[in-house]
């Protein structure tokens, strides 16, 4: 009962910011995608820079995470090997250990970076636009 209780508000918990996370970053990309979103470019490229930065830092924290797979001094007995099983299951299992959570949260990282980048896009964009009208009135 307590393992379920530390899996509810750990991994699940992590899981569930994640897709939060991901809606966020999906009306992000809608925004612009409907031209409603643009930034200036200095800001947008230091909103890039700050998120790519962290998915470094989350890269590490990956990295550490996959080492726990691999969990030794616990013994050669079954008992020992079983919570050997468990540290690697909950490092890693393919969608929901922690090194799997950690890429996925490394990856809507550098998205989010990438969006910024879009919006610098539209708003250049948007200003070139507005810089060849007036050119066009001026004539």
């Known amino acids: 009962m307590a393992e379920q209780n530390a899996d509810a508000s750990g991994f699940v918990g992590a899981g569930a910011a994640l897709q939060s996370i991901r809606d966020e970053n999906s009306w ?16 947008a490229d230091h909103a890039a820079e700050v998120y790519r930065r962290e998915a470094d830092v989350v890269e590490e924290l990956i990295l550490s995470a996959t080492r726990l797979q691999q969990v030794p001094g616990l013994g050669a007995y079954r ?61």
């Open 79 to 139: 008992s020992g090997q079983q919570l050997a099983a468990k540290f690697g299951q909950k490092a890693s299992n393919g969608s929901t250990g922690a090194a799997d959570l950690l890429r996925q949260f490394r990856d809507e990282l550098r998205r989010k970076a990438n969006l910024f980048e879009q919006a610098k896009k539209n708003y250049q964009a948007t200003d070139e636009q507005a810089a060849d009208d007036l050119r066009r009135g001026s004539q």
């Open 28 to 43: 992000i990309q809608q925004q612009i995608s409907g031209g409603g979103l643009s930034m200036e470019p200095q800001a």
